[in-house]
């Protein structure tokens, strides 16, 4: 069973993904913030891939995903930016602080996320010689 890493300050929105996550067989690890230590966490809950809003108390998600992709103990777990702002220079940012895909979340469906997320842990499994999650 894959397991999500979810970075969302908004709870309804974190409930509805947890829901969807869960569903598609997903385990599923929820903070509302990456507060001062963002990789203590994932080093912490060992997730397959982590979903990173932008705009969180404490520390925004540009700076957790720089901390992140800094650290060769966790630069390598696959990272998509899921937020509300969908500027170019935003995305262009997010693409190049190393994320594998930035999602806007205004222009997805739940289901559409889960299927986006599926797509990137089978690319991701596929390019380590891993086997893709069910």
Do not use: C, W
Not at 36 to 65: C, H, N, R, Y
Not at 82 to 107: M, P
């Amino acid at each position: 069973m894959p397991k999500i890493l979810i970075f969302e300050d908004d709870k309804f929105l974190t409930d509805m993904y947890a829901v969807k996550f869960h569903e598609a067989g997903f385990e599923v690890a929820v903070y509302s913030t990456p507060s001062s230590d963002p990789v203590q966490i994932v080093l912490k809950e060992k997730p397959d891939i982590i979903s990173m809003d932008v705009i969180m108390p404490d520390m925004d998600g540009f700076e957790a995903t720089m901390l992140i992709k800094a650290d060769p103990r966790t630069r390598d777990i696959p990272l998509y930016f899921l937020t509300t702002l969908g500027q170019q220079q935003d995305i262009d940012r997010g693409l190049q602080l190393g994320a594998t895909e930035y999602l806007v979340k205004a222009t997805l469906t739940p289901s559409e996320v889960v299927e986006r997320v599926v797509a990137i842990l089978r690319l991701h499994k596929t390019v380590n010689g891993k086997e893709p999650p069910s």
